[in-house]
Every structure is written in C-alpha cells, then in structure tokens.
C-alpha cells in the first residue's frame, strides 16, 4: 500500500514514508538518544564525577530528563504529531461518534506537548505529595503517582471504550499497546527511581529508561493513527497533500 506522507512525482525518483518507516525511524532515534544520555551521564557522573565543565553541560543538552535539551525537543515533537494526526484523522472521517473519539486524542496529544514543555504534572505531583505525604520521603509506593493514576485512567478508558465502538479493533489494540508502554515508562520507572540510591544509576540508566518508554509509546501510538489514516483515507490525504504543493507552488 502507498505511504500517504510522502510521494513524488512519477517522473521523479520515488520515495514513500510509510508508518512502518516512520515508527522504526522513531525508535532508532529513541534508542540513540537512550545511548547518548547514559554514556554522557556515565562520563560526566562517573569518570569526571560533574567536575568537568564542558562535559556537565553536554551531559545535560542530552539528558533525557533536562526541560532544556534534545531529547526534550523530541518529546514534545511526538506529543504534537500526536495531537495533529489525531486531529487529522478526526477530520477525515465522516461518522460523527468516530470524528470526536479522533478529536479526543487530537485534543489529549496537544494538552501532554504542552505539559511536556510547562511540567506542568510535576508541579501537581509535588503538591499531592506534599498534601497527602507531607515530610515523607518519596518511595515505590509512597508516590502521588499512585493517587493521580485512577484519575488519569477514566478519561483513557473512555476513549478506549469509545474507540472500540467505533473504529477498527485492530487500531484500537495498537494504541492500548502504545498507552501501556507509556504508562509503563511514566509511572513504574519514575516511583522505581525513588528507591534507587545510587545517583549515575538513578540519573542515567533509570530516568533513561523511563523516557525510553515513552518514546517508544508514544511512537506506536502515532504509528496507529498513520497506520488507520493510510489503510482508510489515503485517497483523501494524497489529495490535500497535492492541493498543498499545488499552493506552495
């Protein structure tokens, strides 16, 4: 089946971008930015024990837990694409209770890109913590994380609901396995980190860990929604794909 991201003229040399090559052109990039955060955390942790300057600072341009560094910017850039595609396959479709299940995850990629950049739920996870937990030192179990998750797990269980209602089955399996591998890296990895007291191996490999599984979810989850836009409206995104290069022209 054509990729419907990309696709040149005939008489051109072609190349198609397909969802597949678009996922194992995300995780390669995952597991790269995975390497460089642990070898740069073990040679400026470690080797330097932080006392080399330049390389503090290049450890942290490539940390994967820093607000201000690349891997950030390519979290953020997954949660957007997320948001857009949703939005995209949203307006695609012409069943309304399938249009607003799209618009739902449209809607819930744009909200988590800018809670990716504001931190917002750190702010929320401190305070509950301090709320409920007051001077206790995080844990495993003691963790604001295990208060929010019942919150957080009505509004994907709807969507999930809603989803298998009205959308292929097998896109829906996709992106539960996407939301999984997320939640997995989001929750379990960051209440692990609590309870581990050595600092290279709580600042490399764990934090690298917990982020690597939510790229790799929210890969799959993009993957699923380029998968069911190309095995379902094709014709109609190749169509504004074209008109855009017509005005560009």
Same mark, same amino acid.
């Given at each position: 089946m054509h990729g419907i991201l990309l696709q040149m003229d005939k008489n051109t040399a072609r190349f198609r971008l397909t969802p597949?090559?678009? *996922?194992?052109? &995300?995780?390669?990039?995952?597991?790269? *930015?995975?390497?460089?955060?642990?070898v740069l955390k073990y040679i400026s942790i470690v080797v330097f024990d932080e006392k080399h300057g330049?390389?503090?600072? &290049?450890?942290?341009?490539?940390?994967?837990?820093?607000?201000?560094?690349?891997?950030?910017?390519?979290?953020?850039? &997954?949660?957007?694409?997320?948001?857009?595609?949703g939005f995209l396959a949203g307006y695609m479709q012409t069943k309304p209770a399938a249009r607003k299940v799209w618009y739902s995850i449209?809607?819930?990629?744009? *909200? &988590?890109?800018?809670?990716?950049?504001?931190?917002?739920?750190?702010?929320?996870?401190?305070?509950?913590?301090?709320?409920?937990? *007051?001077?206790?030192?995080?844990?495993?179990f003691i963790n604001a994380w295990w208060l929010i998750l019942p919150v957080l797990l009505v509004p994907a269980g709807l969507i999930a609901y809603w989803g298998w209602k009205h959308l292929p089955h097998k896109t829906i399996y996709i992106l539960i396995a996407g939301g999984l591998v997320f939640v997995l890296g989001k929750i379990l990895m960051d209440s692990l980190a609590n309870d581990v007291t050595d600092f290279f191996i709580n600042q490399g490999p764990i934090q690298g860990i917990e982020k690597l599984f939510q790229y790799l979810g929210l890969s799959v989850v993009l993957f699923a929604i380029l998968k069911y836009l190309d095995e379902n409206h094709s014709a109609k995104v190749k169509q504004a794909l074209t008109q855009l290069r017509g005005k560009e022209r």
């Open positions: 597949k090559r678009v *996922l194992f052109a &995300l995780i390669c990039i995952s597991l790269l *930015l995975f390497v460089i955060h642990v330049f390389l503090f600072e &290049l450890a942290n341009r490539f940390d994967m837990n820093d607000e201000s560094s690349v891997p950030q910017w390519f979290s953020h850039m &997954l949660f957007l694409s997320v948001g857009i595609s449209g809607v819930l990629g744009v *909200l &988590l890109s800018i809670d990716d950049v504001a931190t917002l739920h750190e702010f929320a996870l401190q305070t509950i913590h301090n709320t409920f937990y *007051l001077n206790e030192a995080p844990s495993f």
